[in-house]
């Protein structure tokens, strides 16, 4: 056997290096540091119960609620605006007034559900983007459409699939930043 293993066995120390000894030494106070910050952070609550309350910022935005609202404004707006703009009472009329008040339910449900909403609700915004595409679509392709049901028709639509745009990236809750206390 060796000399080395042979002292090793038996106990004896070997010469340490005093620059190794303290990069362990510094190394080993970091790990205790960061262990501390861990075991205080994993008593603390977790955000959104009782003793830690869920930051300002990570609910629904401003432009979240704005959007809902939006939405909800023009589907109103698509609801009464046949009676407002006088549709003809011809087969062409009934038929531009109908998908008109559908989608306009549909915009006033959406918006209304994309408003209280604390989170990206993803059905809603695809629901109304759906809503908005197929009133485009019936605007564009009715054979004989009236020019104010179009109007009104490419315009809310517009309107519906921007707030749904916005809705979707605004109404991201955003996530708080973490803090490292030492």
């Known amino acids: 056997m060796s000399t080395h293993s ?3 066995r038996e106990g004896h120390d070997q010469e340490i290096d005093p620059d190794r000894a303290a990069d362990d030494k510094a190394e080993r106070q970091e790990f205790e540091e960061l262990a501390k910050v861990a075991h205080r952070r ?3 609550p ?4 009782p003793g830690r309350p869920v930051p300002p910022r990570a609910g629904r935005s401003d432009l979240s609620l704005l959007s809902g609202g939006l939405v909800v404004v023009v589907g109103i707006w698509l609801i009464i605006g046949p ?3 006088h549709y003809p009472p011809s087969s062409q009329g009934i038929n531009d007034q109908g ?3 559908f989608v ?4 006033v449900l959406m ?3 994309m408003a209280g909403s604390r989170r990206v609700d993803r059905p809603a915004v695809i629901v109304t983007v759906i809503a908005a595409v197929a009133l485009l679509l019936g605007a564009s392709i009715a054979p004989a459409s009236l020019g104010r049901a179009q109007g009104l028709e490419f315009v809310c ?3 519906g699939l921007v707030a749904a745009v916005v809705h979707w990236i605004a109404g991201r809750p955003q996530r708080p930043t973490s803090r490292i206390v030492v």
């Open 6 to 8: 042979q002292d090793a």
């Open 42 to 44: 994993a008593a603390e």
């Open 46 to 49: 977790a955000w959104g119960t």
């Open 83 to 85: 009676w407002v703009l």
């Open 99 to 101: 998908r008109d008040v």
């Open 104 to 107: 306009g339910i549909v915009f």
């Open 111 to 113: 918006g209304i559900w």
């Open 157 to 159: 639509a517009s309107l």
